[in-house]
């Protein structure tokens, strides 16, 4: 069991506007601003798109944004293209000895 | 360029072990907190195993992993190593390095390639 929990999965068509959600506690989410947003294709690493809850790092499409209120962040792609179908990951910075906690992940189809 | 560079993929049988290095490029290896994150073939989730502070040699281990799992680093060739022992098939995964970014908010930035371990009879 994940410490953030995500939706499994997420559709939208292309040019629509998508948002995937990111739930944790206020030991994680709802305490830091250390949210950040992963995108991952099969077979590849995770590759940072969001950090800081909605920054973005250079080279990242600015069709990617984030937001956060109280425990829940969220990741929103507009103008959805083919290419953006992959799964995304949320991580936040924890008070835990952890450090890190990490969604469960959800699968994003473009339909 | 900056990036983590990960061995290559690994069979073991079970109760075997294996070493994974991570060479830092770019970078001082030792200017970050370094996690080990494991994902099981065709499965999202993510599975916080271990971090390192490279510069101390300090490490933290979930507990599933307490036991089983050895964090080192060699900083003379910028490479941090997870040592995991008596495999089971059930450790079969794609092991990754991350760095975690330094300062007052703290974010995995970077990733490695992953290694493939395949643990079978």
């Known amino acids: 069991q994940s410490a953030l929990t995500q939706p499994v999965s997420v559709s939208g068509s292309p040019g629509q506007s998508i948002s995937i959600s990111c739930t944790g506690t206020?030991?994680?989410?709802?305490?830091?601003?250390?949210l950040s947003w992963y995108q991952q294709y099969p077979g590849k690493a995770p590759k940072l798109i969001i950090f800081?809850?909605?920054y973005r790092p250079s080279g990242v499409s600015n069709r990617f944004s984030g937001s956060k209120s109280g425990n829940t962040a969220s990741l929103t792609i507009s103008g959805l293209q083919a290419e953006d179908e992959a799964d995304y990951f949320c991580?936040?910075?924890?008070?835990?000895?952890?450090?890190?906690?990490f969604g469960g992940g959800t699968k994003l189809t473009v339909l | 360029q900056v990036q983590l560079v990960q061995s290559g993929a690994e069979v073991k049988k079970p109760g075997a072990s294996v070493k994974v290095s991570c060479k830092a490029s770019?970078?001082?290896?030792?200017?970050?907190?370094l996690h080990w994150v494991r994902q099981a073939p065709g499965q999202q989730r993510l599975e916080w195993m271990a971090?390192?502070?490279?510069?101390?040699?300090?490490?933290n281990y979930a507990q599933k992993f307490q036991g089983w799992v050895t964090l080192t680093r060699d900083t003379s060739i910028n490479t941090a190593y997870m040592e995991f022992r008596n495999l089971r098939s059930d450790d079969t995964a794609i092991y990754y390095c991350?760095?975690?970014?330094?300062?007052?908010?703290?974010?995995?930035?970077?990733w490695g390639q992953g290694t493939l371990v395949t643990v079978s009879s």
């Open positions: 991350a760095r975690m970014t330094a300062g007052s908010t703290s974010y995995i930035d970077l």
């Open positions: 800081n809850v909605n």
């Open positions: 206020i030991s994680d989410v709802g305490a830091y601003n250390s």
């Open positions: 770019g970078y001082a290896l030792t200017a970050n907190f």
């Open positions: 991580s936040s910075y924890t008070s835990s000895d952890t450090l890190v906690v």
């Open positions: 971090w390192m502070n490279p510069n101390t040699g300090v490490t």
